[in-house]
């Protein structure tokens, strides 16, 4: 079976920055930070190219986060914003620039406080927020990390304006703030998570292409599966077109298409063709068909023709028997076990994963996936017993990160999510 070897622990810490106030000075306003109005007046402020230098060099990835409000206002357009944005990426060793273009009537889950910047770029990006770092000069940046659950530090710049409240650290300056992130990295466990599993291969399960061609960029992620009704609910309308698409993206890894023919002759004729689709591609074929007959004859010819198979929708130990015997000589097969409906009967699916283990590692060339996870805790139990491969939704993987998260410090996030809730909902008492 053609599966990279990179680990799943390859999730990485980052610094989320505020760019205005952080990066580059500011202009005051009636004692309000605002942005320069063009690149011409942008000056990085002092020390932030050795501070950026030194995180780089500590392995962090560099993102900024920032909310301009003047593009929706329609004072600024986003060309000059691009402009500022290409002026700090030739000066500082930046990874990525994310900017929220609204203002808060807009309604959006990007601007600061709201955290969705953090927590979509860590999604996109592969990075662990258990062990990453935000660092603003305004509430609004603070408020934002403690929700994203990052370690959030505050550049006090002493504007006449609401005060950060909880941060972790307060320094004068971005260079003032390396010392913290160097201590409180090393006990964190520093660029990689010894609590990240180490044997199970992660496998991102959807269909929106979107998402795929950003996941296709995150080395944790060892391959791809879909099947028709992510594919239905993500909107695909031409089965083909949408895995030729995807395809053009994934080209390294495993990627799985089902086929949904519900008749024998029917299953080969589309695994034939969607086997001629790439040299990466495993082709689904379920244990069953709708009447519940065994698809024993159609995996044996498969097998025999070369074909790569994902056989699915396992739940029981005589089915992982009767395919695993069936896939007999294969060159590379998964057979995909759903634990998570296994527990969503009542039934603990861990013996039974073991003793299908057991039977898929007698045969060569033959992978164990733990199918249908219902919390992150399953990878961890996945890889405790040496299971294959594990998929993974695309929202849980954002989850991730939170690995091996102290849970002293996770149980204060959680107080302080409810406190600032609680307070930007007005309530009173």
């Known amino acids: 079976m053609t599966t990279p070897t990179t680990p799943a622990a390859s999730l990485r810490p980052a610094v989320f920055l505020d760019r205005d106030g952080v990066l580059n000075d500011v202009q005051i306003r009636d004692g309000v930070p605002v942005p320069p109005p063009n690149v011409g007046e942008m000056r990085l402020l002092p020390g932030v190219v050795e501070a950026c230098t030194r995180l780089h060099e500590l392995g962090y990835v560099l993102v900024v986060v ?17 402009r500022m944005h290409a002026f700090l990426q030739e000066r500082l060793p930046l990874d990525k620039i994310v900017v929220c273009p609204h203002d808060d009537a807009d309604g959006c889950t990007c601007r600061k406080p709201r955290p969705g910047m953090i927590v979509e770029t860590a999604q996109r990006l592969g990075l662990d927020l258990s062990r990453s770092f935000c660092v603003g000069d305004r509430w609004r940046d603070i408020e934002a990390a403690q929700r994203a659950g990052v370690t959030a530090i505050y550049v006090e710049r002493n ?23 160097e201590s409180h990295g090393s006990q964190r466990g520093g660029p990689v998570s010894d609590a990240a599993p180490r044997h199970v291969k992660i496998f991102a399960d959807g269909a929106d292409l979107e998402s795929i061609v950003s996941m296709s960029e995150r080395p944790g992620i060892a391959g791809f599966t879909t099947n028709p009704t992510l594919m239905r609910k ?3 309308t031409d089965y083909e077109a949408f895995a030729r698409k995807v395809l053009e993206t994934v080209t390294d890894r495993p990627i799985s298409f089902e086929v949904f023919a519900d008749d024998f002759p029917g299953m080969i004729r589309q695994a034939q063709l969607i086997a001629s689709w790439g040299p990466n591609v495993f082709v689904k074929v379920p244990v069953t068909d709708t009447k519940g007959n065994n698809t024993t004859s159609v995996v044996e010819q498969l097998t025999a023709e070369g074909v790569q198979l994902n056989v699915t929708a396992l739940l029981t130990l005589p089915q992982v028997e009767r395919v695993t015997q069936a896939l007999a000589g294969t060159r590379g097969a998964v057979v995909s076990v759903f634990a998570g409906r296994i527990a969503d009967t009542g039934r603990d699916p861990l013996p039974i994963m073991a003793e299908a283990l057991k039977m898929t590692s007698a045969q060569a060339n033959v992978s ?4 249908s996870p219902r919390e992150i805790l399953n990878v961890q139990q996945a890889d405790d017993l040496g299971v294959d491969i594990i998929t993974v939704t695309h929202d849980m993987l954002a989850k991730l990160g939170l690995f091996g998260r102290d849970l ?12 600032n809730d609680a307070q930007a909902a007005g309530y009173v008492l």
Do not use: C
């Open 66 to 82: 920032t909310n301009q409000p003047d593009i929706a206002r329609g004072t600024q357009s986003r060309a000059e914003v691009d």
């Open 159 to 181: 504007y006449g304006e609401r005060k950060a409240v909880g941060a972790d650290a307060v320094v004068p300056s971005l260079l003032d703030a390396i010392p913290f992130i």
């Open 234 to 236: 993500s909107g695909v």
């Open 368 to 371: 164990l996936l733990w199918a």
């Open 408 to 419: 002293d410090d996770y149980s204060l996030d959680t107080v302080r999510m409810f406190h």
